[in-house]
């Protein structure tokens, strides 16, 4: 596996070459120095890397020779897809830098009532960009095979119709909810969950009784309260764990009975 690794559009694929240009492109020239004759690898989004010799690097592009095939196991078998509520500052950004690292999917973004931020039009596009910029990055970091998908801002009932095909979650602090780990021991054999994360001020009951219309079990994380930023992560990754690591070893059997 190439120490240095960069997602590209298939477009940017031609003849046995790659044609790396942009951001990626100053990166190699600039920050990492690399000269023709250095490896890399590069994805094409779709779960493929290609072993590639850079053949010439130049300010506003960088061109490499295809090389082996590779298909690397390393994607959990269990598709999580985030909804993460729109909240202040760098919350967001966090969740879908360090939510790329650990194994997420997909990041829906929702504005629900008690959303501080508010965002539409051109500042939506802006930002929808940056995260998905923040996703790649932290795909390139982590190694993985894909570049989750980082859908723009919604309205809560609309994600919960974009989840008919997933068993759906939502995080909720009150002490009479299921405990996670508790619904990891009953989960069905779906392989696709969605986690539904409040904003700072959490979700309204109203949103709480809108998700269990929808077929979402409310479930809590532990005694303690989390910050939405943080919420997300631990779910995640009490889920992959579980799912990726305790039954693959056959530590515990799937359905945990």
């Keep these: 596996m190439s120490k240095h ?22 990166q190699i020239r600039v920050v990492l120095r690399l000269q023709p004759g250095d490896e890399i690898g590069v994805l094409d989004g779709s779960g493929k890397e290609y072993r590639c ?38 919350k967001v950004e966090r969740v879908i830098q360090h939510g790329t690292e650990i194994g997420v999917s997909r990041f829906v973004l929702v504005q629900t009532e008690r959303s501080v931020v508010q965002l539409n039009g051109e500042r939506e596009r802006a930002r929808v960009e940056r995260w998905r910029r923040i996703a790649k990055e932290a795909a390139e970091q982590a190694h ?50 969605a986690v539904i994360v409040g904003p700072e001020g959490g979700l309204t009951d109203e949103e709480v009784d809108l998700c269990v219309r929808y077929g979402a079990v409310s479930v809590s994380l ?12 631990v779910a995640v990754s009490q889920i992959l764990f579980v799912t990726e690591h305790l039954v693959s070893t056959g530590f515990v059997e799937q359905g945990f009975t």
Excluded: C, Y
């Excluded at 490499?64 to 298909?71: C, D, N, P, V, Y």
């Design 222 to 233: 532990m005694p303690r309260i989390l910050r939405t930023e943080t919420a997300a992560l």
């Design 144 to 193: 993985r095979a894909i570049v989750p998908a980082i859908e723009g801002v919604t309205s809560l009932r609309r994600a919960l119709e974009m989840m008919s095909d997933a068993s759906i979650l939502t995080l909720h602090p009150d002490g009479n909810t299921l405990p996670l780990v508790e619904w990891i021991r009953r989960r069905p054999s779906s392989q696709r969950v």
């Design 53 to 90: 010799v850079l053949e010439s690097v130049r300010k506003e592009e960088a061109i490499a020779r295809i090389g082996e095939q590779k298909l690397p196991e390393v994607e959990p078998k269990t598709h999580i897809t985030v909804v993460q509520s729109l909240a202040k500052g760098e």
């Design 5 to 26: 690794r960069f997602f590209v559009s298939p477009e940017q694929f031609s003849d046995g070459i790659v044609h790396i240009t942009g951001e990626d492109a100053r």
